[in-house]
């Protein structure tokens, strides 16, 4: 949902402020008028500086001292002397993280669940809403489109739960299937390999309807004229899909795929820890469960904020990244 | 006459033609097309039904895997139990309270956020943005800021769920984006002229004119709200004020006794296994009720935000 949120921030109209006309004023003279024009402005328009003070309260309390209390990652915090009055211990917290053994298995525990979640999720809304695209029939359209998108509205913990209780073994609705097919039951969630697979399919099965009506609406604004023109050379559909609705949606997908590869390490906590059990954490401890028991569960809290911090400044470089990558093959990217 | 004679081969080479382009590779395509989006539809709805039918089946017959499209011994036990449990019906109670005022406070922030960070003659407005923007790139994380809700006393009160994730940062530029390109700037200038201040203009013009953008934040909020656990999993420690996913969780994944009054072992154990069916229905079915209205608003909303990057 937060996806291509970023791309709008950006393209603010050019502010209306231009009153010396001619000659380009000298800097200084400039930064005085700035400072002359917030004067005016707040004069004239006091109510909105007040009003934005709460929210921009909000963002200093509650994002930006977070950002600062990181630094308890390079200090052995202890509660009696606070943040800023603990004792600094260098890079010792990220020295400790890093040779721990738990290292490589959440950092490519993480990689690899959100590289086959990312495989896996992004193609199928593509493929949903170009098939969608062909149907004329209104109410069967309605219909899938409406069903496909109902997951979405349900919370991570149900979800989790119809999981565990389709899987289960014996009983669940997973091993009548397997069963009509003559294959032995399994306890899928016993197993670490299934952990993967579950949290990947269950994702795709609540997002895809979801994710599909962007593209739908990057269809619905095709020009027509291309589709006549395509049937004037005597395009097949699948011919139409490939040479007019494929490049049509292209930038859609690229900003899509640009968030997705930018949030890659970024997985979520929610789901992975309710599927996690003790048989299937070899696979299942990824970064963000991993800090959550080492800080809240341990109350290591330097280790766990330089975990948090490692995790958040590789999500940084990812997303700059991939968006110098975009800008250049695309000539697009988030700003 | 000559139109006549001329137009009526015309009309049907240009039908026959028609029938041309939809060709039998076109045909065959388009049934491919029926087949794949049925299979969509049934991998959707077969869970969604597995579990509704489950919920009204017998206790036993859904402990011995008996159900499998169609309820078996139909009974409404799993309901009564649902219906009767004290612990469920506060985390529902709880969880329309953080609802209804979380979505009042973040709505209200929201507001007070964009509006002024829409307007042109807003100095300092392009510095703003990006600083919440920039929020969405990088987080303290986890623990810094426990240590802030902690240091601000709201640790196991309610202002927990209510506060520190009140303002979200896609909703906000939906709403700046909105008031910027949906609003006309003559109204704002007339009520200048008409010597309105600007919070009246805000309230009695442009708010006024928002109702779509206001509803599809509410939305957004609102079903985050009514959805997430984590929060109040870490902040959290008396059951009283758990919102009704963390409930949902004790009770259908750690399989916490739902304590339900009933003495045999077998019959008890049957009843909350029965009972977990039942819960994800009532737990859902809100949300299912009222989707089919807001997804609409739901698909304007994210589109809204989506055009042209």
């Known amino acids: 949902m937060v996806h291509t949120g970023l791309g709008t921030a950006s393209t603010a109209p050019p502010p209306v402020a231009t009153r010396g006309l001619g000659t380009p004023p000298s800097p200084r003279r400039r930064s005085g008028e700035r400072r002359g024009r917030l004067r005016r402005s707040v004069r004239r328009h006091w109510q909105l500086y007040l009003l934005v003070i709460p929210p921009l309260l909000y963002f200093l309390v509650f994002q930006y001292v977070p950002m600062a209390n990181a630094i ?160 004037v050379d005597g395009a097949n559909r699948l011919q139409k899909i490939w040479h007019v609705d494929l490049p049509s949606i292209t930038p859609t997908i690229v900003v899509v795929l640009i968030l997705s590869v930018g949030s890659i390490m970024a997985v979520g906590f929610e789901k992975a820890f309710l599927l996690q059990n003790p048989l299937n954490l070899s696979q299942s401890e990824i970064i963000a469960t991993y800090t959550y028991k080492i800080g809240i569960q341990n109350a290591d809290f330097s280790l766990a904020t330089a975990i948090g911090l490692f995790n958040s400044v590789i999500n940084l470089v990812l997303l700059v990244a991939v968006n110098i990558v975009a800008k250049r093959v695309t000539g697009k990217g988030l700003w | 006459m000559v139109s006549a004679v001329l137009t009526k081969p015309n009309r049907t080479a240009f039908r026959r033609s028609r029938r041309v382009r939809e060709s039998p590779v076109d045909r065959v395509f388009l049934v491919g097309v029926y087949i794949l989006l049925t299979t969509f539809l049934i991998v959707v709805l077969l869970p969604l039904w597995y579990i509704l039918v489950s919920s009204f089946s017998s206790p036993a017959a859904v402990s011995a895997g008996e159900v499998f499209l169609w309820p078996v011994d139909f009974t409404l036990r799993g309901y009564e139990v649902v219906f009767t449990n004290s612990t469920i019906l506060t985390g529902f109670a709880n969880s329309a309270f953080y609802t209804v005022a979380g979505t009042a406070i973040s709505v209200t922030l929201t507001v007070m956020l964009a509006y002024p960070l829409s307007r042109a003659d807003f100095v300092g407005r392009k510095i703003l943005t990006g600083a919440v923007v920039f929020t969405m790139l990088f987080a303290g994380g986890l623990i810094p800021t426990y240590l802030v809700v902690q240091s601000m006393g709201m640790l196991d009160t309610r202002w927990a769920l209510l506060i520190p994730k009140a303002v979200a940062v896609w909703p906000a530029i939906l709403a700046i984006t909105y008031f910027r390109t949906a609003i006309p700037d003559e109204l704002r200038e007339a009520g200048e002229i008409d010597g309105a201040s600007d919070l009246r203009i805000l309230w009695r013009v442009v708010l006024p004119l928002s109702a779509p953008m206001l509803a599809v934040i509410a939305l957004m909020y609102a079903i985050v ?85």
Do not use: C
């Not at chain 1, 390079?74 to 890093?98: C, H, M, Q, T």
């Not at chain 2, 999993?233 to 304590?259: E, H």
């Open chain 2, 225 to 309: 709200q009514w959805n997430s656990y984590f929060d109040a999993l870490i902040y959290l420690r008396d059951d009283s004020l758990y919102p009704l996913q963390l409930v949902l969780r004790n009770i259908l994944i750690l399989n916490t006794d739902a304590g339900a009054d009933v003495t045999a072992a077998i019959e008890r154990q049957q009843l909350a296994s029965l009972l977990k069916y039942s819960l994800i229905v009532v737990s859902t079915v809100p949300m299912m009720l009222i989707y089919p209205f807001v997804a609409r608003y739901f698909t304007r909303g994210l589109l809204l935000g989506a055009v042209k990057g």
């Open chain 1, 72 to 231: 308890i990652a390079f200090k052995d915090f202890n509660v009696v002397e606070g943040i800023w009055g603990s004792p600094w211990a260098g890079l010792e917290y990220f020295e400790r993280f890093f040779s721990n053994p738990m290292f490589t298995t959440v950092v490519s525990n993480t990689f690899l669940l959100s590289l086959y979640a990312l495989i896996a999720s992004f193609p199928i809304p593509i493929i949903l809403a170009l098939a969608l695209n062909e149907i004329r029939a209104r109410f069967f359209k309605r219909t899938v489109q409406m069903v496909t998108y109902a997951p979405y509205f349900i919370s991570t913990v149900v979800v989790v739960s119809m999981a565990i209780l389709i899987l289960s073994p014996r009983i669940g609705l997973a091993s009548d299937l397997t069963g009509f097919f003559g294959l032995p039951a399994t306890d899928y969630l016993a197993q670490p390999d299934f952990f993967r697979h579950v949290y990947v399919w269950s994702e795709v099965w609540q997002t895809a309807g979801y994710s599909a009506v962007i593209y739908l609406a990057a269809l619905a604004g095709v020009d027509p004229g291309l589709y006549e023109a395509a049937k």
